[in-house]
């Protein structure tokens, strides 16, 4: 079993910027990828960002140039830096972790509120 927890989420004004963190805890050597995903309302919780044990990182195009995924290693969280945060970028944020290609080794945590608007 893995756990995940988020934290960080809040209001900001539109052009702000918001870091959530995400620690994760148990059997970490059953996933190889971490991630962030949201859900707005009345919409399909979609992909952000992902970050794989090696490093390698892939964004959603909305997001693309303005939010940042990363993870400490040694304190097993990852990171989620939203710059230049829009109203659009309203949601419930979720971190993930899973084995890729695997329907079992799949963990998501509680989600935060993010919101943004003036």
């Known amino acids: 079993q893995v756990q995940v927890v988020e934290s960080g989420g809040g209001l900001v004004q539109p052009g702000g910027s918001l870091r959530l963190s995400c620690a994760a805890s148990?059997?970490?050597?059953?996933?190889?990828?971490l991630g962030w995903y949201r859900q707005a309302p009345g919409k399909e919780r979609e992909l952000v960002a992902t970050?794989?044990?090696?490093?390698?990182?892939n964004y959603a195009d909305s997001v693309k140039d303005r939010f940042t995924i990363s993870r400490d290693g040694a304190k097993n969280t990852v990171y989620l830096q939203l710059n230049s945060l829009k109203p659009e970028d309203t949601a419930v944020y979720y971190c993930?972790?899973?084995?890729?290609?695997?329907?079992?080794?799949?963990?998501w945590g509680q989600g935060t509120q993010v919101t943004v608007s003036s």
């Open positions: 993930r972790g899973f084995r890729a290609g695997s329907r079992i080794v799949d963990y």
């Open positions: 970050i794989t044990n090696g490093g390698n990182t």
């Open positions: 148990g059997s970490l050597f059953s996933i190889d990828i």
